[in-house]
Nanobody, 127 residues
Framework: QVQLVESGGGLVQAGGSLRLSCAAS????????MGWFRQAPGKERQFVAA????????YYTDSVKGRFTISRDNAKTTVYLQMSVLKPEDTAVYYC????????????????????WGQGTQVTVSS
């Protein structure tokens, strides 16, 4: 069982930056691929980024490449999403998720591949 708690959301102007954090509690944090998803009102939950168990591999959706960076600190059982050059279309509730991953597996990018979810944190980008 893994519990996830996001923080760091807020209101920011277009072009600004935010860093989201997701603190995990439970066992074997390094056994999980960690991902970030987002959901805007009236839209489906969308994959944003994922990071492998020890941080060696990352994967991003095209719309955030070059602007967002996902990272993790296994000693602190925390995953981060550094967001820069924010745009109004980045406005959404951002969710952290954990996917138990056997060694050698790829990075999951769909919601149903993830086993545990946080409660979400609101990010609002004003124009």
């Amino acid at each position: 069982q893994v519990q996830l708690v996001e923080s760091g959301g807020g209101l920011v102007q277009a072009g600004g930056s935010l860093r989201l954090s997701c603190a995990a509690s439970g066992r074997s944090f390094s056994s999980y691929t960690m991902g970030w998803f987002r959901q805007a009102p009236g839209k489906e939950r969308q994959f944003v980024a994922a990071v492998s168990r020890f941080g060696a591999s990352t994967y991003y959706t095209d719309s955030v490449k070059g602007r967002f960076t996902i990272s993790r600190d296994n000693a602190k059982t925390t995953v981060y999403l550094q967001m820069s050059v924010l745009k109004p279309e980045d406005t959404a509730v951002y969710y952290c998720a954990a996917d138990w991953t056997p060694i050698g597996s790829g990075l999951a990018s769909t919601p149903n591949e993830y086993d545990y979810w946080g409660q979400g944190t609101q990010v609002t980008v004003s124009s």
